[in-house]
């Protein structure tokens, strides 16, 4: 199918949906909501294709001026700064197009649950894994998102060794979920006294919220069990038995919580994270096939990927799959420019996309 004829089909399209959403027609809830995200979907695309095609006209228009042997010469000269003009712009609208046409990641839209778990390097990996939890709280603050912790062990000496965070807000998925996979530190550890550089590493989980209706648990694969929870060292927090360890039988998947006084508010904050992982399982086995009917992607998904190195001693930040290095790391980890990389990453998505097809 040739690209005008594809253009010509989305503003049909488009169109048509405009006109049965204008006549009320659609009694069915389900059919309603499902049409009207459809016209949703198509608005940005739409506008975008109306503006390609006026600029075609007005270049044929100019085209015609220039070419006019009649025509007036300080006309034409005015023409020519116009024509040149969009001679440029009209690749740059044809390639928005084209990006706005890919076919859409359905889990984008949703929020999601990071994990963080501190890995190689010990006290110095649970404290670099508290400095990334901090950047992706600032930088869901930039973005306007609501962040909650859902659950945290921390170290002795106020470092992480594991926590989940759930974040909610505009586009949250599709601006995180190339953030997984193994994020290294270099640096000296605050306990070193000879000033000698460490390597230490903490791996990083964005996983899709996933709803009700996503997946259905069945009661009967679930061994649920109650504690006492307890604090840093062991330390009791809590008198009852409110902490909660839920294990899906099928996939062996193991989900703790103990963070909240009430048995009901952990058991139900547990079986949140669990249904997000039992999501993320289907939703990495679609990708492994997805993958392995093209060459191109940023990253292999695989969670113990090397994905990017903070270090400190040179104030850098270089991510490994797109080979970008910025020199302002306390930018990044205060949040503010963690979006330099996020926004090369989907871009480079985008591309090996488009190359893939073209």
């Known amino acids: 199918m040739s690209f005008s004829l594809k253009l010509d089909q ?7 949906i405009s006109a049965i959403l204008s006549t ?6 389900k059919a309603f909501a499902k049409l009207s995200k459809e016209f ?10 109306r503006d390609f095609k006026q600029a075609q006209n007005d270049f044929k228009e100019l085209e015609s001026l220039i070419a006019d042997p009649a025509g007036d010469k300080d006309l034409k000269e005015m023409a020519e700064e116009d024509y040149y003009a ?8 044809e390639q928005k197009i084209k990006i706005l046409l890919l076919p859409k990641d359905e889990d984008d839209d949703r929020n999601a649950i990071l994990e963080i778990r501190a890995g190689t390097g010990g006290d110095e990996a649970a404290l670099f894994a508290g400095d990334l939890l901090r950047m992706y709280q600032r930088f869901g603050e930039t973005q306007g998102w609501r962040s909650e912790i859902i659950s945290m062990s921390e170290s002795e000496l ?26 290294r530190v270099q640096r000296v550890p605050s306990t070193e006294t000879s000033g000698r550089i460490h390597t230490s590493a903490a791996t990083v989980a964005v996983l899709p919220e996933a709803e009700d209706v996503d ?24 008198t009852t038995d409110s902490a909660v360890r839920i294990t ?7 989900v703790q919580q103990q963070d909240e006084k009430s048995q009901h508010k ?4 547990a079986l949140k994270v669990l249904r997000a992982r039992l999501y993320d399982l289907e939703r990495q086995k679609r990708d492994m096939e997805r993958a392995a009917a093209r060459k191109g992607q940023v990253g292999s998904g695989d969670r113990s990927e090397r994905i990017r190195t903070y270090n400190y001693p040179q104030g850098r930040v270089t991510d490994h799959r797109i080979t970008l290095t910025l020199y302002k790391l306390d930018a990044v980890m205060e949040g503010n420019a963690l979006i330099e990389f996020i926004e090369a990453l989907i871009s480079e998505d985008q591309a090996q996309k488009l190359s893939a097809i073209e």
């Open 40 to 49: 949703s979907d198509l608005e940005d695309v739409t506008a975008a294709i």
């Open 158 to 183: 106020g470092g992480i060794k594991e926590v989940s965070l759930a974040l909610s807000g505009k586009d949250v998925f599709s601006k995180l979920k190339f953030e997984s996979g193994v994020h």
């Open 215 to 238: 997946i259905d648990i069945n009661e009967n694969d679930l061994r649920i069990d109650v504690y006492r929870s307890s604090g840093p060292g062991g330390q009791s927090v809590n």
């Open 10 to 16: 989305v503003l049909k399209r488009y169109d048509e």
């Open 86 to 93: 969009l001679k440029k712009t009209l690749p740059e609208l």
């Open 24 to 29: 009320g027609e659609v009694e069915d809830p």
């Open 266 to 269: 952990n058991r139900a904050k």
């Open 248 to 254: 899906h039988i099928p996939t062996g998947l193991v």
